[in-house]
């Protein structure tokens, strides 16, 4: 017998807050394919609910009533040092919770669980260090600048690494003195409302942090069209984040965009192929391939193209996919709409005789329901070819050869995308050339982060976005900068 799905409420005001008149939405085990809870389809009007909320603990009188915009810098650190504290303690619960939602392998749900008090930690220790300047102007005036908070948030997350995304946003907007209203993906938001909960235990006041689940067009839509929310962090398609800037331009609202990219690995034939290979296929098969920063394009140099696909090869045909709770080298992806859109790009490959060189295998025990997309392996994709243009978002990996330094950049700066790039080359020189002309948000030598790097400041140029999330930079982010002009004479 089936249990009966367990049902999820918005997060409100740091309570549950059933769901209105919209219903619910079914929450599927990508793994098995089971309907297993319910999330509550808010739309507008638990949007303003929640918008609401945020003002008030923004705009309130003192800090004794729980107005979050009057904590003071050091109080709001010591808040997310405690919301770190109870993350890293309940952090088994919030990785099995996010395993089971999005079907990623459990050591990978663990490694977001662990990240997710890493932000919160970072962005505790780096509330109080954030601040102004002076500025030389004319005599007799003094003039300073001052970081302020923009005043209420907002932050759209996607399913594919939840709790990592929820995490580098809101930690970061907390920090900074924001109230924060979030829309998760419908796909996957179960361990985000867990993790609220924890909030509420920490000491972040009611309105603080609300989170509303429900579909993109409705519940997300009128978060992006809020006149009440005053800068909006989006995560998502490159589609859909164009969606949400129009929407946020009409009430004049900054928005920062990570869309995603197209990441290439170039491989030059000086590398280290013992340190490269595992890294160039772990690097499109972690979380199946659904990483904004997948490494899905890998440009090798001419003589060394035959041995390095060989050696691809021979690893791709050794990958296995299964339940998340078995923890194989990849899980399913995220949803049958994902798989059918990552399976269309195969079918395409296929019916143009795009070589298909090597493929991984399902676990045979791995239930029937559960979306799996074995691990493909492409050979000679030609560069303007669009599975070496696109975004796959599946495992799937383009390999195609360059003859030249010249010839390599072309081919990795010639897609719409910017994310991040990786080089692989023992040539000091070169290293730092490519360094300057890959165009993307990230560069890494003889190394590559996809999805990685607190610390690190991460976002893309063109269709990739803008702004940037991570590090102390996201801060910058969310705040405004004031310049007060003092004359004394
Ligand atoms: O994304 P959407 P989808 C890419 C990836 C994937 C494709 C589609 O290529 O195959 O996008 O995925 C919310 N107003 N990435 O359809 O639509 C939605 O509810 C406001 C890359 O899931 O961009 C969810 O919370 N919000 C990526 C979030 O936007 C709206 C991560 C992302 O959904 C909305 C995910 C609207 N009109 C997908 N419509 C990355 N950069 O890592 C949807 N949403």
Known sequence: ?????????????????????????????????????????????????????????????????????????????????????????????????????????????????????????????????????????????????????????GHIIPWNYPMQIFGRSVGAALAAGNACVVKPAEDACLSLLRAAELAAGCGLPAGALNIVTGLGPEAG?????????????????????????QAAAEHHCPVTLELGGKSPQIVFADADLETA????????????????????????????????????????????????????????????????????????????????????????????????QVPVLLADVPAGHRLAQEEIFGPVLAVTPFTSEVDAVRIANGTPYGLIAGVWTGDGARQMRLARVLRAGQVFINNYGAGGGVELPFGGVKASGYGREKGFEALYGFTTLKTVAVRHG
């Open 1 to 153: 017998m089936t249990a009966t799905p367990k049902r999820y409420a918005h997060f409100i005001d740091n309570r549950a807050a059933e769901a209105g008149d919209g219903g619910t939405i079914p929450v599927m085990d990508p793994s098995t394919g089971e309907i297993f809870a319910e999330i509550a389809r808010g739309s507008a009007a638990e949007i303003n609910r929640a918008v609401t909320s945020a003002r008030l603990a923004y705009d309130g009188a003192s800090v004794a009533d729980g107005a979050w915009g009057r904590f003071s810098a050091l109080e709001r650190g010591r808040v997310l040092r405690r919301w770190a504290d109870a993350v890293d303690a309940h952090a088994e619960e919030l990785a099995q919770l996010e395993s089971r939602d999005t079907g990623k392998p459990l050591r990978q749900a663990r490694a977001d669980a662990a990240a997710l008090a890493r932000y919160f930690e970072f962005y505790s220790g780096a509330a109080d260090k954030l601040h102004g300047q002076t500025l030389p102007y004319q005599a007799g005036y003094t003039v300073f600048t001052v970081r302020e908070p923009h005043g209420v948030t």
């Open 221 to 245: 839509q009128a978060l992006a069209e809020h006149p009440g929310i005053d800068h909006i962090s989006f995560t998502g398609s490159t589609v859909t984040g164009k969606r949400v800037a």
């Open 277 to 372: 290979l595992p890294v160039l296929v772990n690097a499109i098969i972690q979380n199946a391939g659904q990483t904004c920063s997948a490494g899905s394009r890998v440009l090798v140099e001419r003589p060394i193209y035959d041995a390095v696909l060989e050696r691809l090869a021979e690893k791709f045909r050794a990958l296995v996919a299964g339940p998340a709770s078995a923890d194989l080298d990849l899980g399913p992806l995220i949803s049958p709409r994902q798989l059918q859109r990552v399976g269309a790009y195969l079918h395409e490959a296929r019916a143009q005789q795009i070589h298909v060189l090597a493929q991984g295998s399902i676990a045979s025990d791995a239930p029937a329901g559960g979306c799996y």
